[in-house]
């Protein structure tokens, strides 16, 4: 599967007080592009829960940050599937300032049951299309 792109600029808001994207911030960016890669494959995420009763959980995040980001600029997030497994994805996403990486992680999510939070396999129609 390629890798799916979201841009995103950056705010005030996402800053600290020297200027530069607070570190927590760009796991938020990230989850903005997982969704958005979800919702660009006919997924929407309250669907899911409310049809088939699943939620899915960050499990782990191994976050390398490379350069700093600052107010204003444009960044593009990537999204990529590594690894499909029955109740989980891991998903390879960068985040790029003019071309150059300045963040890189490999997140874990897990599918979970929206009542118990248990392990439940991928909706099937999902699993279908990550795991191409």
Request: overall charge positive; aromatic content about 12%.
């Given at each position: 599967?390629?890798?799916?792109?979201?841009?995103?600029?950056?705010?005030?808001?996402?800053?600290?007080?020297?200027?530069?994207?607070?570190?927590?911030?760009?796991?938020?960016?990230?989850?903005?592009?997982?969704?958005?890669?979800?919702?660009?494959?006919?997924?929407?995420?309250d669907e899911l829960i409310e049809n088939q009763?699943?939620?899915?959980?960050?499990?782990?995040?191994?976050?390398?940050?490379?350069?700093?980001?600052?107010?204003?600029?444009?960044?593009?997030?990537?999204?990529?599937?590594?690894?499909?497994?029955?109740a989980s994805l891991s998903i390879a996403q960068?985040?790029?300032?003019?071309?150059?990486?300045?963040?890189?992680?490999?997140?874990?999510?897990?599918?979970?049951?929206?009542?118990?939070?248990?392990?439940?396999?991928?909706?099937?129609?999902?699993?279908?299309?990550?795991?191409?």
């Open positions: 599967m390629t890798a799916f792109q979201w841009p995103v600029r950056v705010y005030y808001e996402d800053t600290d007080s020297g200027g530069v994207v607070y570190y927590a911030n760009y796991l938020r960016f990230m989850e903005r592009a997982r969704t958005e890669w979800l919702r660009s494959l006919g997924f929407e995420q009763g699943v939620i899915f959980a960050v499990r782990s995040a191994q976050v390398d940050y490379l350069s700093p980001a600052r107010f204003n600029d444009q960044l593009l997030v990537t999204s990529r599937v590594l690894k499909v497994g029955k960068q985040i790029l300032k003019e071309n150059k990486t300045i963040c890189d992680a490999v997140i874990k999510i897990a599918s979970l049951d929206a009542v118990t939070f248990r392990p439940v396999i991928l909706p099937t129609e999902l699993y279908k299309i990550v795991s191409k």
